[in-house]
């Protein structure tokens, strides 16, 4: 048995989730059932990352203290998760008092190594971003700096700062970012940023005169610490590295980051240095994705073109459908331009017709012709080879990542099986029992590799065919008994 532990970005409450952060979540979740089916010591961190200027401003727009601002949020984010089934282990808020303390302990760690010094700062800040610009990096216009992903104008900070020294990691990024960021096009991307802009120490904390919400330097209150600096650390509160060591040590072994390729940098450059600078190895895996796109534009609050989790949920009638069109279209490489009539289109195709058809139409066969009793026989040849060699494409995308794929891959063997029905035509014979069998088998295989997608679903269709759900990499079997209860009608289909 092996350990698995995933991570989500930790979100900014200031607005509830929209499908692109589901996006992430449900993908991490995906890998998380995955691992926890196959035996392995599971992991699931999520949650919110709750301190900096952005929710100071957020909350004193509101009449708000942020405190009250986050409580109301993060609980705003876990029904949100409830709704779509997601099954973390853990939900950390960057204010829960056990991640304050590994933050105070990292900053004094890293000072006595050496790694923290103070000095002046000045540049031009955007605060959705909560980071800074240089020159090049941000967009003119009118004469002022805006920001190149808000389109808003920049701010002038000017300030005595804590400096983190980034600028003595260069060799350990270019020996350890190339091995473990998947997939690799995301490693060249970041180190042919690295050849042309090099590395500059970063600043890590701000005065508390500007920005008082968030974690003091232990050392120097008058400063509270960099939100992002703040935020990398959850991922070593959340394995219990001042509370377990022996636990941190086998979670952190095998740890994954799915993270947003517009978090790259940070997740990188920045966090590796970090960890190094704490004598921890880096991540095991940084899995970076596209974004969701709407209209052109990355889906967001900004560009305002956000589509709500609770719409998806409601038209896919319920967690599975919205979680299975989100996974469908998942690409780590490239941007997603959704609409509701791309997810319309992979729903009716792929759960109404395709899986719920097959599950609707064996089981009343199975009713109609059998009274519901179909005994182990043998598989036909053709299910076989489509199921297993499915089963073997699932596994192996599913080994790297590629859930998308993994998915897509028992659909076509479930298609088969519908073409199969079309044409050895059960209906027409007195005791098709060779064919039920063999259909039920395709059924039960396709509903213990898809339960990590569309759980619920897999868990109706055992029920109604009389099966257990199993580990998703089970064969098929040929000395079973269904006992088929119902004929049930897992999708309806929509209509746009
Ligand atoms: N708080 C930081 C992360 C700190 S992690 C130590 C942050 N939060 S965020 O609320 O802005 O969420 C960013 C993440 O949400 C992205 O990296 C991505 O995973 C997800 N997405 C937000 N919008 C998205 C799309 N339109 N498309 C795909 N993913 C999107 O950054």
């Given at each position: 048995m092996g350990v698995f532990y995933v991570t989500t970005p930790i979100y900014y409450p200031n607005a509830p989730p929209h499908i692109g952060h589901a996006y992430t979540t449900v993908y991490a979740d995906v890998l998380a059932r995955y691992h926890r089916l196959l035996g392995d010591e599971t992991f699931y961190l999520t949650g919110t990352d709750e301190h900096g200027l952005k929710l100071q401003r957020v909350a004193e727009r509101a009449g708000k203290n942020p405190k009250e601002l986050v409580d109301e949020m993060a609980l705003v984010y876990k029904r949100y998760w409830a709704q779509l089934d997601i099954s973390y282990d853990r939900f950390i808020r960057t204010t829960d008092p056990d991640h304050e303390e590994l933050v105070r302990w990292a900053l004094r760690e890293m000072r006595s190594r050496g790694y923290i010094y103070k000095g002046r700062y000045s540049g031009w800040y955007c605060v959705d971003c909560e980071k800074f610009y240089s020159e090049g990096e941000y967009v003119v216009v009118e004469g002022k700096p805006h920001c190149p992903i808000h389109?808003?104008?920049?701010?002038?900070?000017?300030?005595?700062?804590?400096?983190?020294?980034?600028?003595?990691?260069?060799?350990?990024?270019?020996?350890?970012?190339?091995?473990?960021?998947?997939?690799?096009?995301?490693?060249?991307?970041?180190?042919?940023?690295?050849?042309?802009?090099?590395?500059?120490?970063?600043?890590?904390?701000?005065?508390?005169?500007?920005?008082?919400?968030?974690?003091?330097?232990?050392?120097?209150?008058?400063?509270?610490?960099?939100?992002?600096?703040?935020?990398?650390?959850?991922?070593?509160?959340?394995a219990g590295l001042l509370s377990d060591r022996g636990r941190f040590e086998r979670l952190w072994s095998n740890v994954h980051h799915v993270i947003g390729k517009d978090i790259l940098w940070f997740h990188t450059v920045i966090w590796f240095s970090m960890l190094e600078a704490l004598d921890i190895s880096p991540p095991r895996r940084v899995i970076v994705h596209g974004f969701l796109i709407n209209r052109g534009l990355k889906m967001g609050k900004s560009a305002g073109n956000v589509i709500a989790i609770e719409d998806l949920v409601e038209r896919y009638q319920g967690s599975d459908g919205a979680r299975y069109v989100l996974m469908r279209v998942f690409n780590p490489g490239k941007d997603v331009d959704i609409s509701f009539e791309l997810f319309d289109s992979i729903y009716n195709s792929d759960l109404a017709d395709n899986l719920g058809n097959l599950v609707r139409r064996v089981s009343t066969l199975a009713l109609r012709k059998l009274g519901g009793l179909v005994e182990a026989s043998g598989v036909d040849g053709r299910i076989e080879r489509a199921v297993e060699r499915a089963l073997e494409e699932y596994a192996s995308h599913m080994e790297s990542f590629d859930v998308s794929n993994a998915i897509q891959s028992v659909m076509a063997a479930l298609r088969e099986a519908n073409a199969y029905i079309n044409e050895t035509r059960p209906w027409e014979k007195a005791r098709p029992s060779e064919e039920l069998y063999s259909l039920l088998e395709a059924i039960r295989a396709a509903a213990n590799a898809l339960q990590v997608v569309i759980p619920r679903a897999a868990a109706r269709t055992a029920a109604a065919l009389g099966f257990e759900l199993d580990r998703p990499d089970r064969g098929l079997d040929s000395q079973r008994v269904y006992k088929v209860r119902e004929s049930p009608i897992l999708f309806k289909k929509v209509r746009g």
């Open positions: 389109r808003k104008p920049l701010e002038w900070v000017e300030e005595e700062t804590y400096y983190f020294k980034l600028s003595v990691f260069e060799q350990h990024l270019r020996k350890t970012i190339p091995e473990r960021v998947y997939p690799d096009y995301y490693a060249r991307e970041v180190l042919g940023k690295l050849d042309k802009e090099g590395l500059r120490d970063i600043s890590i904390s701000r005065p508390r005169s500007r920005v008082w919400w968030g974690i003091p330097i232990p050392w120097d209150p008058e400063h509270t610490t960099y939100v992002w600096f703040d935020a990398l650390l959850n991922y070593l509160t959340g």
